[in-house]
């Protein structure tokens, strides 16, 4: 069921406290695919009320044109959370509900995590990403919120949110769905033809060939293949192909043993921006 009010979503949770019943949160931003049913599937796991968030929160992007055409379709949302998922509440606020007046982000110091990549690239976002989860978590009191692996950086920022905030939620890391060419889902891709879609299979292709010359190549030979894969295809611009350690999310040019690492990547299509990233050893 549909709640835009605040007062009204404290209303039915109450319902599901009395009940004792676990609360798992899902924020999204609109636009359902199979990703995000994915992460509704795991909170309906372990959690007896599940809330979805769609709201496309204004603070965490740093490019206007990205925020005006993010793909927005409510009614298609509802009516596909409504056929797998009939118990799911839907907190669908407007930007006044959640921001009053005041749109803006609060800063928060989440250390080495944000100082490259998404936080280096989209300056501001991640600042905006934990303004809206720290408000989302204030008003639900989820006892689990669930985050694709897809925006890795972000699961590792909440994750980092709820240390700084010391809120009592458990974060739940859930794995990334593709497309059989191995394309990440994502609502930015609906802003793609069908042979971007087919193209943009290259951005996996690139990771996976990361992943596969790990062992026996230096980091200096990985970037230099990717760099090839992604000229042969001159309408695609890759902004970042980057190897860095889970930990501190500081990209590397040097593998040290017994440290588990990931390869992220950010590419442009036109002017339509996707990311993705993969486990290299572990
Ligand atoms: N392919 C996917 N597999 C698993 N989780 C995903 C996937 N795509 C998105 N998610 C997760 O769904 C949640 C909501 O993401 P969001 O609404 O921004 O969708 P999105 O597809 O990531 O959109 P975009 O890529 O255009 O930003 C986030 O936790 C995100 O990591
Ligand atoms: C977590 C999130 C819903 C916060 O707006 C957004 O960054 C997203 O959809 O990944
Ligand atoms: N899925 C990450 C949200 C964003 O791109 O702003």
Redesign the pocket.
Known sequence: MLVNQTSKLQTKLKKAVNKQQKVGLV?????L?S??L??IGEAQKICEQVVVSIFVNPTQFNNASDLEKYPRNLEQDLAQIQSSYPNVIVFAPEVSEIYGKNVAAEEFDFGSITTFMEGEYRAGHFNGVGTIIKRLFNLVKPDFA??????FQ??RVIQKLVEITEQPVKVVG?????EVNGL?????NQRLTEEQKEKAAIIYQALETAKNKFNQSSIAEIKTEIKGIFEAYPEFELEYFEIADVKHLVPTETKQTNTPYRAFIAAFVNEVRL?DNIALNY
């Open positions: 924020p999204t931003m609109g636009a695919h990703g995000h994915a992460l669930f985050f694709g692996e897809k925006d972000q699961l859930c794995a990334t769905q593709r990440a889902k994502s609502s930015r990311i």
